[in-house]
């Protein structure tokens, strides 16, 4: 069972925006800002978007953006478009436990 | 751009060792925390463990704790990860992920190694 919760699913059709939600505790989300969302396309290996909640890694498209409101962050891609039809992870540093990092169940993303 | 190689992933018995390795090139190796991460077949990212930069620190997922060792060889520019008693729930590919400490991100990541723990 993962530490934060993602919805399984989001669907958009191209153009519009999409938000994926990723709900933690006071322990993680809720206490520190490293947040950090992954985009993974099948097969490959996961990818940087977004880290300290809202910073975009050089070449991220700034069609994604991420924010934070108390235990939940979420990431939101506007102007959809079909390459970004893919899974997406959300992850935040810790204090939980000896773990340093926990990672959301994952959301697919579908472009209609 | 950063480059990160894991090797070793085999198909192993239960109760069973394995040693994966993973080279790293055009970075500054002996600067960087470096992590492991795995995905079980169909499923989500699960952090495993990692270790600073020169090697005196390291910090494990309590399902691996005593049974995983992560080290590194800066000289070699090389992150191990040794396994030990290997269960089912082992199954995975394991990611050798550079952090960015400053951020707590988990900046790049290698292709990955398949580790199947079976008999």
């Known amino acids: 069972q993962s530490a934060l919760t993602q919805p399984a699913s989001v669907s958009g059709s191209p153009g519009q925006s999409i938000t994926i939600s990723c709900i933690g505790t006071?322990?993680?989300?809720?206490?520190?800002?490293?947040v950090s969302w992954y985009q993974q396309h099948p097969g490959k290996a996961p990818k940087l978007m977004i880290y300290?909640?809202?910073l975009r890694p050089s070449g991220v498209s700034n069609r994604f953006s991420g924010s934070k409101s108390g235990n939940t962050a979420s990431l939101t891609i506007s102007g959809l478009q079909a390459e970004d039809e893919s899974n997406y992870y959300c992850?935040?540093?810790?204090?939980?436990?000896?773990?340093?990092?926990?990672f959301g169940s994952g959301t697919k993303v579908t472009v209609l | 751009e950063v480059q990160l190689v894991e090797s070793g992933g085999d198909l192993v018995q239960p109760g069973g060792s394995l040693r994966l390795s993973c080279a790293a090139s055009?970075?500054?190796?002996?600067?960087?925390?470096m992590s492991w991460v795995r995905q079980a077949p169909g499923k989500g990212l699960e952090w495993v463990a990692n270790?600073?930069?020169?090697?005196?620190?390291?910090y494990y997922v309590e399902s691996v704790r005593g049974r995983f060792t992560i080290s590194r060889d800066n000289a070699q520019n090389s992150l191990f990860l040794q396994m030990n008693s290997l269960r089912d729930e082992d199954t995975a590919v394991y990611y050798c992920?550079?952090?960015?400490?400053?951020?707590?991100?988990?900046?790049?990541w290698g292709q990955g190694t398949l580790v199947t723990v079976s008999s």
């Open positions: 992920v550079r952090e960015e400490w400053l951020v707590l991100a988990l900046d790049y």
């Open positions: 055009r970075f500054s190796f002996n600067n960087y925390y």
């Open positions: 270790i600073n930069p020169d090697g005196s620190e390291t």
């Open positions: 006071s322990s993680d989300v809720g206490y520190y800002n490293y």
């Open positions: 300290e909640v809202t």
């Open positions: 992850s935040s540093y810790t204090s939980r436990n000896t773990s340093h990092y926990v």
